[in-house]
């Protein structure tokens, strides 16, 4: 069984500052990790994933994340946030026999 | 290259009532998922189809909750009747086969009064 920990419902953060969202998972198997963005009132995007390869992925929007199976973690990071990153960002989970597990997602306020 | 489609993008129903809902994917999305997202919840998958067939619907209430993607292509889920509790956001979502990366619609909030 797959589950996936996002341990910050709320991250506030001023404008052009720093920002990591931390998320935690545990599965028994390989897994492949995704973080995905949502603006109010739209559908899910995806901003990275991690299938395999180099343990940094760089996504779109100027995000990235590192792979870190040791300490079972996928924590998204930018350094530097613009008023249009307020969203609601979501972590997932899946694996060669599952499917999409989603993590109850991290609300990303950023303070002019 | 048109994105996922969905209609209606709000509805507003009293229980004991039924509603549906449709999705079109991406042309070329043998995979199609409907999600359901509670308000601060994580999306949960209701079904998976693989082209018109049913992958996964394990996580389906299908006393009330049905769907059905005819030709391989647009998928309805339907609700009936509604209960309180199904008030969310229900997004659809497809990938090309094989793919682990899925696109998103930008969903039908749903409210039951």
């Known amino acids: 069984a797959q589950s996936v920990t996002q341990l910050d419902s709320q991250v506030p953060v001023f404008e052009e500052a720093p920002v990591e969202l931390r998320c935690n998972y545990s599965s028994s198997v390989s897994v492949y990790l995704f973080w995905y963005v949502q603006y109010p009132n739209q559908g899910l995007q995806l901003l990275l994933k991690?299938?395999?390869?180099?343990?940094l992925v760089k996504g779109i929007n100027g995000f990235e994340a590192e792979f870190n199976k040791s300490q079972t973690s996928f924590h998204l990071r930018k350094p530097s946030v613009h008023i249009s990153d307020t969203a609601e960002y979501f972590c997932a989970v899946s694996s060669p026999s599952d499917n999409l597990f989603f993590g109850t997602g991290t609300r990303l306020t950023v303070i002019p | 290259e048109a994105g996922v489609a969905q209609s209606p993008r709000y509805k507003i129903i009293e229980k004991r009532q039924s509603v549906a809902f449709w999705c079109n994917p991406i042309?070329?999305?043998?995979?199609l998922y409907w999600y359901q997202q509670i308000l601060g919840q994580g999306p949960k998958l209701l079904i998976q189809?693989?082209?018109?067939?049913?992958?996964?619907d394990s996580q389906l209430p299908k006393d009330r909750f049905s769907a059905e993607r005819l030709k391989g292509v647009d998928s309805t889920l339907k609700i009936q009747p509604a209960k309180l509790e199904d008030s969310a956001v229900y997004l659809c979502?497809?990938?090309?086969?094989?793919?682990?990366?899925?696109?998103f619609g930008p969903g039908t909030r749903l409210t039951v009064t």
């Open positions: 979502a497809s990938s090309l086969y094989g793919s682990y990366e899925q696109y």
């Open positions: 189809f693989q082209n018109n067939g049913v992958v996964d």
């Open positions: 991690y299938l395999s390869g180099s343990t």
């Open positions: 042309s070329g999305h043998a995979t």
